[in-house]
């Protein structure tokens, strides 16, 4: 996937959606139409970087729209709050993405070392988002912090543990 491969949905024509609703269920739904295009701009373009105050999609110029910063901060609290981000920095100007939650990248982790009979195997870290044997996994080429949270959601449910090697990269994990 490329930026090529993004495309601006047509609800990104449409007004009122560059502006909060009052309407709880209506906001709910306008929430996640601007969390979804948000990891949809980043997954096209592979990055887990997030600074959400300079975004350009915030506006439309088109239609001469744009959504204020109490907008955008609805929409960046949503994304930490459904587990797609987190802060980067205590200024909060900056976010990590996750265009699958930790636990969604968690649970297919477990399945492909499953899948592939590497439970009860040890697997590095590098081999994981740079491996041959991931290539056609969404987890290949994933950023490296990225994949660390997920292999902690694996040890905290106690499906892996990870071993310190001499790197970050040399580090590696049990499945259970």
């Known amino acids: 996937m490329g930026e090529a491969d993004f495309q601006v949905p047509e609800f990104y024509s449409f007004p009122p959606f560059f502006t ?9 739904k306008q929430l996640k ?13 592979k990055a887990y970087a997030f600074a959400w105050r300079d975004w350009p999609l915030w506006e439309n110029r088109a239609i001469n ?6 907008g955008a901060q609805a929409v960046v ?3 930490v709050r459904t587990g797609h981000a987190e802060w980067q920095d205590s200024g909060k100007t900056s976010l990590s993405l996750f265009w699958d939650t930790p636990a969604d990248t968690a649970a297919r982790l477990y399945e492909w070392a499953r899948s592939t009979g590497l439970v009860g195997s040890v ?3 590098y081999e994981l988002h740079q491996g041959e044997d991931t290539r056609e996994t969404q987890f290949h080429g994933m950023e490296e ?4 949270k997920a292999i ?3 040890e905290a449910d106690g499906r892996a543990v990870l071993f310190q090697g001499a790197t970050s990269t040399e580090d590696g994990f049990k499945f259970f």
């Open 145 to 148: 912090g990225v994949l660390r």
């Open 33 to 45: 139409l601007w969390c979804d295009m948000v990891l949809a701009y980043h997954k096209a373009r």
């Open 20 to 28: 909060l609703q009052p309407v709880l269920a209506t906001r709910e």
């Open 152 to 154: 902690a959601v694996l």
């Open 123 to 125: 697997v590095t870290v």
């Open 65 to 70: 729209r744009r959504l204020d910063e109490a």
């Open 77 to 79: 609290a949503e994304l």
